[in-house]
């Protein structure tokens, strides 16, 4: 009988609602779904490609909600499928609250509270949005798939303050919290996954200036990143050389910056996107007691819009491990060194060849808008080199220098 | 004569074919001004500017990406792109730090759509009839 009555009340309760607008009216909802096939020549990417690989979905949902008229709420789901990177286990995005702290026609600040999106370059908030990518795949040479966690997104807070000129828009944030770091930052920094584990107990700090210059004809972005990231070495991580590794518990410190320049016109988008990398090694020792990274990565793009549902695009990137040392001569060199010592001892250890060091590589796609929710893309990447694949899917002494890839997916959005 | 008639009606057909794709920015009556700059507009239908200065809410109204009536909107009123105002939709939608509008499918849901909400704006091509409906045309100054 209760639970008649209960029912009752909520049938009413609702029939109350759909007179008026109910709270719930007003929660905006999107999501999108996307499939990806990849075919590589050689070496591996997103799952077993050289045999064709469908190990690259992405599925997401998000909802904003307008609680209070100066306080908004955002979430956002993601699941993501790729290769050995990812399994697909859906996690938060993000999760903030919007906290506006002033807003007039020529200024609005506010605050992002919780799990934001970092700002990096112009792609990284949106990252894993394929309508919002310029292409299949964002350039893996400054939004590296293989470190994707670290840089991501972070907990904590931003600050924000949007200024309107009638020249353009400036877009400014500051923002600290704690970086997320995975087994994907640890073969990404450390080449393995090792006994120990990454601690992120350290405060991360980013920043963004945008200049979108005349509704964004011109789009002038200044992008960093500076995080550090504890290893605790454990077990066998501290057997010394030859036998182990030989780590001890130390710190990485690694600052990402990005310098991005963007020309939009009807039929033509010119993008040029730097990033200059830093990582420093302090006490961990072993193989890692030389290898301070100075990184560089940029591409160029052209992209045309044949009319408002096609476009086709070209793309040249390039990255180098070490600005100092071009296409790691030095460092294979000195591997080849090594390994002929270890011999010596008795053990075999293949050196990491040069191809480890840097990318280089042409792409060209095409992207069709079947209609506003649905969209296909298809490119070809001739590459050169295989810094942008992960050791996690490759030997990395085994990696074939030169290498095709094709791609191909269909997204959905709603 | 016939060949001068022909050519006059062509003139005709071509002056009155450019007045149909003038686009007006539309907002409920009870906003009480007339003008509004671009970089405030271009902000609102960025959905950057979050309410009006007596502090009503702005709701933002668009036809389709595809709507030929969006596509001149955005380059004469704007002089924006379609592809543009999408991109910093997405962007906003999909990060989480702000949202996009509103999209109908007709001018007339627009019409009534903006003569329905006290903090709407939207726009319109000037041929459209927007008699009898609580709207009133802003004009765009520099």
């Given at each position: 009988m209760r639970a008649y009555l209960f029912m009752a009340c909520l049938v009413s309760s609702s029939f109350a609602y759909a007179e008026n607008k109910s709270w719930y009216d007003d929660i905006l909802i999107h999501g999108f779904i996307s499939q990806s096939f990849i075919n590589t020549s050689d070496n591996q990417f997103?799952?077993?490609?050289?045999?064709?690989?469908?190990d690259f979905s992405e599925l997401g949902i998000n909802a904003s909600y307008q609680l209070l008229p100066r306080v908004r709420l955002a979430a956002g789901l993601l699941s993501r499928q790729a290769?050995?990177?990812?399994?697909?286990?859906?996690?938060?995005?993000y999760a903030l609250a919007d906290i506006r702290l002033f807003s007039n026609q020529h200024v609005s600040s506010g605050i992002y509270l919780g799990r934001v999106k970092n700002e990096i370059g112009l792609y990284n908030s949106t990252r894993d949005v394929p309508q919002t990518r310029?292409?299949?795949?964002?350039?893996?040479?400054?939004?590296?798939d293989k470190v994707r966690n670290a840089l991501i997104s972070s907990d904590g807070l931003v600050i924000y303050n949007n200024i309107y000129f009638d020249n353009g828009t400036l877009l400014m944030q500051a923002s600290t919290g704690y970086p997320l770091a995975d087994k994907n930052v640890e073969y990404a920094y450390m080449g393995n996954d090792w006994q120990g584990n990454l601690q992120n107990d350290h405060l991360a700090f980013s920043g963004m200036l945008r200049y979108e210059q005349n509704g964004g004809q011109w789009i002038y972005s200044l992008t960093g990143s500076s995080f550090k990231i504890d290893f605790d070495a454990k077990g066998s991580d501290t057997i010394a050389a030859p036998i182990g590794p030989g780590f001890n518990s130390g710190t990485m410190k690694v600052d990402y910056t990005v310098l991005s320049l963007q020309y939009n016109a009807e039929k033509w988008q010119l993008t040029g996107e730097v990033a200059f990398e830093n990582v420093n090694y302090n006490d961990i020792g072993g193989p890692l007691a030389e290898m301070d990274i100075n990184s560089i990565g940029y591409y160029l793009q052209a992209s045309y819009?044949?009319?408002?549902?096609w476009q086709t695009f070209l793309r040249f990137e390039e990255f180098q491990l070490n600005k100092h040392d071009w296409d790691g001569k030095k460092a294979a060199r000195n591997n080849i060194k090594v390994s002929q010592q270890l011999a010596g001892l008795g053990i075999n250890r293949a050196p990491i060849p040069a191809q480890e060091y840097y990318s280089r590589s042409w792409v060209i796609g095409t992207r069709w808008?079947?209609?506003?929710?649905f969209m296909l893309r298809a490119e070809y990447h001739k590459v050169h080199g295989a810094a942008t694949l992960s050791p996690r899917e490759n030997e990395v002494s085994s990696t074939t220098p030169k290498w095709d890839m094709f791609a191909l997916s269909l997204s959905y959005r709603f | 004569m016939i060949l001068k008639r022909k050519l006059l009606i062509a003139v005709v057909l071509l002056v009155s074919s450019q007045s149909v794709f003038a686009e007006e920015i539309i907002v409920n009556a009870e906003r009480q001004f007339d003008k509004l700059t671009k970089t405030t507009v271009r902000a609102m239908f960025a959905m950057r500017i979050h309410q009006w200065s007596d502090g009503t809410p702005v709701t933002v109204y668009v036809l389709k990406d595809n709507n030929p009536i969006h596509i001149t909107f955005c380059k004469t009123l704007l002089g924006m792109f379609p592809y543009q105002l999408r991109k910093i939709w997405d962007r906003q939608i999909f990060s989480g730090t702000g949202v996009g509008p509103i999209q109908l499918n007709t001018e007339k849901e627009m019409i009534q759509a903006i003569a329905d909400n006290k903090g709407a704006i939207g726009y319109i091509s000037s041929t459209a009839d927007t008699n009898s409906h609580s709207i009133s045309t802003v004009e765009v100054i520099k």
């Open positions: 997103f799952g077993n490609s050289e045999n064709g690989s469908f290769g050995a990177f990812d399994n697909g286990s859906p996690r938060f995005d310029d292409g299949l795949f964002l350039p893996q040479v400054i939004y590296f819009n044949i009319n408002t549902r808008l079947i209609d506003q929710r | -």
